[in-house]
């Protein structure tokens, strides 16, 4: 990850010990993490929760028990197995002494005086991928515009893009649609709410008669009309250049409807942004969020990244433009 991304990671911190909090802010300030607490009594309600995480600080002994870390780490694997679970400890800053079933629940171990090696944990695990900013600038260019066209005088603000590492599924209605180019090849996400998007095509803030509101299949329309935008532009902007002639794998995609969880058969993380549409003029209005996500699952090839630039002479041939 370089900082000209401006990248974070939201990041659980599960530590009772107030004295440990200044030295853990400042790690997580100073590389990209967000760091979020939660009163002990709600933490499996959290993680239950569509809260997209990066990781978990846990320490071992978290509840004021020598035990509390590794018990409350086996519920978090069994709810949350696909995050990463950093184990800070009071002596030893290694895992060796565990037993091998405690071991296989932590991706690494530290203690407050030896934090700074948790640095390149979080780039093995969480910031794996470098994203060329070009493509997250230019994410956020296409997508707000798309989103603006859809919602009648209404404003769309977005978050600083970040990473995660669960497969939790946000909301009840979400799209799915192939990305694919000669640098990468995955799946663009949208996800969003249905009754928060219901509410607003039935107060008239959107294109689809506020009369049909309640069929399901025009929430499921606009979404996809957004999605179709989105996708269109970044075609056209970021995925020319297909390879001719290479045999293209494929694996699963699999969803559980029941825990809200969408796996594509990849640990890599996913780049996420979220949208916010509000109305200003009216302060009641309950916002609309939506999730964007970027599953490159199949190939990923930064190194060869461009924009596709078209010339003064495509211009030209295609009609488009014509010499004065």
């Known amino acids: 990850m370089t900082e000209q991304t401006k990248i974070v990671s939201k990041v659980l911190v599960l530590d009772s010990d107030a004295g440990c909090f200044e030295s853990i802010k400042a790690f997580c300030d100073g590389n990209g993490l967000v760091g979020l607490k939660v ?10 929760s569509n809260l997209d995480l990066g990781a ?40 060796n002494d565990l037993s091998d079933r405690d071991r296989l629940l932590y991706s690494a171990a530290y203690t407050i005086g030896t934090i700074s090696k948790l640095q390149t944990v979080i780039d093995e695990f969480i910031f794996s991928r470098s994203y060329p900013n ?11 515009p798309a989103l603006e066209s859809q919602f009648k005088s209404m404003q769309v603000e977005v978050e ?38 219901m509410r607003c095509v039935k107060s008239g803030r959107t294109l689809v008669n506020p009369e049909e509101a309640y069929d399901f299949r025009n ?14 532009a970044i075609k ?3 995925l020319s250049s297909v390879r001719d002639g290479v045999y293209l794998s494929q694996v699963p995609i699999i969803i559980n409807n029941l825990h809200r969880y969408i796996s594509f058969g990849s640990d890599n993380p996913q780049l996420c942004f979220k949208y916010t549409v509000t109305d200003a003029n009216d302060p009641a209005f309950q916002p609309l969020v939506l999730q964007q996500r970027f599953v490159f699952n199949l190939n990923w090839s930064p190194e060869e990244f461009s924009e596709n630039l078209t010339s003064v002479d495509e211009l030209v041939s295609s009609g488009e433009l014509e010499f004065f």
């Open 236 to 238: 056209n902007r970021y």
């Open 160 to 197: 600083a893009p970040y990473l995660v590492r669960d497969r939790l599924i946000f909301g009840e209605i979400f799209t799915l649609i192939p990305l694919e180019s000669s640098w990468c090849r995955g799946y663009m996400m949208l996800q969003t709410e249905e009754e928060a998007l």
């Open 39 to 48: 009163q002990p009594d709600n933490v499996m309600a959290v993680l239950r």
């Open 56 to 95: 978990i600080l846990l320490s071992e002994t978290y509840g004021g028990s020598a035990q509390g870390g590794t018990v409350l780490a086996r519920k978090i694997h069994a709810v949350r197995p696909e995050l990463p679970i950093f184990l800070r400890r009071e002596v030893e800053d290694g895992l």
């Open 134 to 144: 070009a493509l997250v600038r230019g994410i956020t260019e296409i997508a707000i």
């Open 219 to 232: 929430l499921n329309g606009l979404l996809g009309e957004i999605t179709n935008l989105i996708w269109g």
